[in-house]
């Protein structure tokens, strides 16, 4: 079996022409995931697959650059044609169907339509779909948020989602074929928690943790993709790509 990762979106803070915010698709051991569900996330999505087929959906935490288009999904299952035959599980921290509901004007998530099986996340979280293993570990951000680490007949991907320096990204990369890391800011504000990584940082992982190639994502404002690649690099001694959408990665 294979592992592919698929890149639907990269963007950050906010989506651009071209340029969906964070979502990836993730196929391997039978098992169709998508992987953060970023603004512009849900079209790119129906390039690749057919969304009712999905085995389950991951969100890294609620910020709206990553799980915005959640929206999306529920309006199209509902009401849009692209019904699953079963409620498609989302993994995701807790209260991700009370703000879609809120959002929606519903009293609550018994209103919602019932194409989503909200399921909470949690340190040390498993899932299995098929022959594929995800692992979810509690990371540090500014949110309830988590990484992750899928697993198939041997290959291994790791995927920050948005986190500063933790030991449990390393724990999550120990290994990995393929590290997919947040480098979204210049540097650390000082006396300010750090809630993102550097490029520098995500190099940094890379080399700790024995991954092998490191795809640098989620780039903020302040940096260019192609800077933020060279810097981690410099840091990493090992390959370094940028993310791209459409890209497809092909584990081990």
Do not use: K, N
């Amino acid at each position: 079996m294979t592992l592919d990762l698929t890149v639907l979106g990269t963007a950050s803070p906010h989506p651009a022409p071209g340029r969906p915010c964070s979502g990836h698709l993730l196929t391997g051991g039978g098992a169709t995931i998508w992987v953060d569900a970023g603004p512009g996330t849900f079209a790119e999505l129906q390039r690749r697959t057919d969304p009712a087929r999905l085995d389950a959906i991951w969100i890294s935490h609620l910020h709206a650059d990553h799980s915005a288009d959640l929206l999306s999904a529920l309006y199209a299952f509902a009401y849009g044609g692209l019904t699953p035959p079963a409620p498609v599980p989302v993994y995701a921290p807790p209260g991700c169907a009370e703000r879609i509901a809120g959002f929606l004007g519903r009293s609550g998530p018994a209103d919602l339509p019932g194409v989503l099986g909200f399921h909470d996340l949690y340190d040390g979280h498993e899932a299995r779909h098929g022959g594929l293993r995800l692992l979810s570990r509690a990371v540090a951000h500014d949110t309830e948020a988590y990484g992750l680490r899928a697993e198939c007949e041997g290959a291994v991907l790791a995927y920050t989602g948005d986190s500063g320096p933790c030991l449990a990204l390393t724990e999550l990369a120990r290994g990995a074929d393929l590290l997919l890391s947040e480098a979204d800011i210049d540097r650390p504000l000082e006396g300010e928690p750090q809630v993102h990584l550097t490029p520098e940082d995500a190099g940094r992982l890379a080399r700790e943790a024995g991954a092998g190639l490191l795809v640098v994502t989620h780039v903020g404002p302040t940096l260019t993709r192609e800077s933020a690649a060279r810097r981690a690099a410099a840091v990493s001694g090992g390959p370094v790509e940028t993310a791209c959408e459409g890209r497809v990665h092909r584990l081990p």
